[in-house]
């Protein structure tokens, strides 16, 4: 049984919790406030993130990040920026990380 969904920017807000009901915690942590909104079956992710100012790029990235790394949200976020600061990692202009120098990454 796989334990975690692929989810897209193109998923609703209900489907993004049924897929994954730990998602709850990632959005909770960005500062939105979804479960339980009457909206939430009819907006997706991204639609959610331009209302709420967060990049859709970069939840998915830290939210993927934080279910690898077994952290929250707030500690993979953190963990990323040293990852940047270091310069292992890049932040792209939309806030999504790719390896420095890898040519597949570009």
């Known amino acids: 049984m796989k334990?975690?969904?692929?989810?897209s920017r193109d998923d609703t807000v209900?489907?993004?919790?049924?897929k994954s009901p730990h998602a709850a915690?990632?959005?909770f942590d960005c500062g939105m406030h979804c479960v339980g909104c009457a909206i939430a079956p009819f907006e997706t992710i991204a639609e959610a993130c331009a209302i709420y100012g967060v990049?859709?790029?970069?939840l998915l990235t830290v939210r993927q990040a934080a279910r690898l790394w077994s952290v929250s949200a707030s500690e993979s976020e953190r963990l990323l920026?040293?990852?940047?600061?270091?310069?292992?990692l890049v932040a792209d202009s939309r806030g999504a990380y790719r390896r420095r120098g890898c040519p597949r990454c570009s």
């Open 3 to 7: 334990l975690f969904k692929a989810i």
């Open 55 to 58: 990049s859709v790029d970069r």
């Open 81 to 88: 920026s040293e990852l940047v600061e270091s310069r292992f």
């Open 14 to 18: 209900s489907d993004v919790l049924a």
């Open 25 to 27: 915690r990632v959005l």
